[in-house]
């Protein structure tokens, strides 16, 4: 019984939200590994990316709620989201046939194309908190739990409660949706194959006569559907706020960093390696010993290795720690010059 | 010739533009801006040194501007005398015993023959006791400092020495930082090196925000001491009374436009100093080394410079300009606040400064600061006067209108992104193109 006490309280404080955090990195990753590996720079901007595609979820929800288009205990933003990501990748469109394509068709140095993403990212911060406003939105609506603590309690007479909120499920559910897609995407459409040619060599995938101009089309646009899903699913689990999203870029960074860039399995494992670690880190390990241990052996203290406040801080420390030991990542990413 | 003429009409359309902010605003708020401007010019200095002679990315400034501003309530604060009954000693003992089992397993990873694995482990584990520790011996301590009357003090506070010091201490601070940084960090290839000093400093903002002990984190540190005198005690000298019946202003104002003006002749003194060195040492064949490293890495390295040292060189002197501009920048705000230490305003912006002044280009570097932090300033008036005249003709209880109103201030976000972007795709080398040498 103590065992299972301890094993929901992990999974309850520990796992869920974990993984839920570790979803959110994930997509995110994968737009900033997706940009890299084909379009060949660090995306400074798509942490506001992410914002704008959040941005018109909430525009979009207020106005079906305000036309009182209801579905159940359904959450609208999740029905809204078809829409917004066609406007995020509208806006991807737009930004690189004014900006980013002129720096491709010079063939400038990486490091030039990452000067130019940290003014897209000015911009559209600026846009975003014109149009919106830099204050805090919630915009969830419908049943906010699939478990509640004293529903668990009861069902199973245990002393740990166990809490899903119903973010944390659409989250999980939809990133291994979109993930599933994606991969099967790249691995098995004739589009996604050439994709990845494009990716492994420009040349010589010029020279097999395949459309470059297609494959930047395609790449913005699972750059913005990951953008806008990603953004609006952390938003949801933890209300928009634009400032938030220029601290999310590190994060993600160093999830796409840490699995190895250019590679989208790495993408993933670093997502869930960067959430994971923080929140291991800044957990206090009182309670789970207070299940597990004798009660004479019990230590003072939160045993916590990091107090909470440097929860963020871990995903820098890891991926400094990375960098150092080991720059390719765990799954060996492309290296671009 | 036509350079100088070049440089000397951008500088003066510059001070122009501060002294219509004088005339029609009022003469405080152009010295502020004056005051902030030279600062920020100092900090696109040590940016330009590293990108714009020697090709490194360094996202950091935000950490190296803190670092400076550490640095002031290091030398300048008075100890508190509890503190250090407390058992200050034993936070110092313990940072030290993380810092020696750090060195020792850099020593062991370097030094042993063991295989690889054998010295992950004992690296993990050397770190993993140092750290464990490190917090068992400085625990209790900080929790008696942080005790000590919390609203007040509740830190160990520093030397009560003159603030002036602290600029050097605080350049020397960021330096020694920077070195640790450097040495680690240097070998990555470039954007990668952004995103790690990125992350490195937002590390040392945490540190900051969260160690009450050192800086009394989120509570900030207030009253630091003035290397110019305090408009109170200016209001009562004769002189400043009969400058008051001279201009016929109030002795408020003109007392803090006195202290205002001593703040920009010590900053201009600074800036000034740091330019000659910089400009004698783009001139010398450090520079022109440099610049070779920068354009062509393999061939430098061929003609047997030393690739790895002299980056790091390099990083470090730039840090350090760095350093001393955030420690300037305290001394002037007064007071230590680890919040205000936002990436947008500290790394990025210095960014757009020294891209759209010209990187490489000292002079270039200056007026960009000059002209990006006038225009960070004085684009919110902008905007909201941009904003109501494009509305004027919407009645006032409109949504739209307030909202757009409301809003409007965030329009300068938006006006340094479409600066950086123009610059960036119509002028590539900035206001003041580098020099061809």
Known sequence: MEFLNSFILITNYIIIPGLTYGSQLALGALGITIVYTVLRFSNFAHGEFMSFGTMSTILLTWVFIDSKIKFGTFPTAIIVLPLSIIFTIIYCLLVDKFVFKFYRQQKSKSVIALIVSIGVMFFTGGLIRFIIGPGDKNFMDGERFILKAKDFKMLTGLDEGLTIKSTQGVTIILTILLVILLFWFLNKTKTGKSMRAYSDNQELALLSGINPERIVLITWIITGTLACVAGTLYGLDKSYKPFTYLHLVLPIFAAAIVGGVGNPIGAIIGGFVISFSELLITFAYKKFFFYILPDNFLPDGLLQILSTDYKIAVSFIILVLVLLIKPTGIYKGKIIE | MQDKQHIILLFLSMFILIAFVGFFQSWNLALTIFNLCIISSVMSLGINIQWGNAGIVNFGV????????????????????????????????????????????????????????????????????????????????????????????????????????????????????????????????????????????????????????????????????????????????????????????????????????????????????????????????????????????????????????????????????????????????????????????????????????????????????????????????????????????????????????????????????????????????????????
Not at chain 2, 106 to 122: F, G, P, Q, T
Not at chain 2, 134 to 146: F, G, L, N
């Open chain 2, 62 to 437: 935000m950490g190296f501007a803190a670092l400076g501003g550490l640095a002031n309530i290091i030398v300048s604060m008075p100890p508190t005398a509890k503190a250090w009954d407390a058992g200050a000693i034993y936070i110092i003992i313990g940072i030290i015993i993380f810092i020696l089992s750090i060195i020792f397993s850099i020593l062991v990873w370097l030094k042993s023959e063991l295989s690889k694995k054998k010295k992950y482990i004992i690296n993990f584990f050397l770190i993993i006791l140092g750290y464990f520790l490190m917090r068992y011996i400085i625990d209790s301590p900080i929790k008696a400092i942080e005790a000590i009357e919390p609203a007040k003090t509740g830190y160990l506070g520093g030397l009560d020495l003159p603030v002036i010091i602290s600029w050097p201490i605080g350049g020397m601070l960021a330096a020694l930082i920077a070195y640790v940084i450097g040495k680690i960090s240097l070998g990555l290839r470039s954007d990668y090196l952004a995103i790690a000093t990125l992350g490195i400093s937002e590390i040392i903002i945490y540190i900051l925000k969260n160690e009450d002990w050192l800086s009394r984190g989120v509570k900030n540190v207030n009253g630091l001491p003035r290397p110019v005198p305090y408009e109170i005690d200016l209001q009562s000298e004769l002189w400043v009374l009969e400058l008051t019946k001279f201009f016929n202003i109030p002795v408020s104002e003109i007392s803090s436009i006195i202290v205002k003006l001593s703040y920009s002749c010590i900053f201009l003194l600074i800036l000034i100093g740091i330019l000659l060195l910089l400009e004698i040492a783009q001139k010398s064949p450090w520079g022109r080394m440099m610049r070779a490293i920068r354009d062509n890495e393999v061939s430098a390295n061929a003609m047997g410079k030393d690739i790895k040292t002299r980056h790091l060189q390099v990083f470090v002197i730039g840090s350090a300009i760095i350093g001393i501009a955030g420690a300037m920048l305290t001394t002037l705000d007064g007071q230590f606040t680890p919040v205000t230490y936002q990436p947008l305003r500290f790394t990025f912006l210095i960014w757009i400064m020294v891209i759209i002044g010209g990187s490489g280009n000292n002079f270039g570097s200056i007026i960009g600061g000059f002209l990006i932090w006038f225009f960070w300033v004085q684009s919110e008036p902008l905007g909201l006067w941009f904003i109501s005249q494009i509305t004027a003709h919407i009645s006032d209880t409109n949504i739209i209108k307030s909202h757009l109103l409301e809003n409007a201030a965030h329009i300068r976000l938006m006006f340094m992104g479409m600066i950086l972007l123009i610059t960036l795709r119509f002028a590539p080398k900035g206001l003041i193109p580098e020099v061809k040498r």
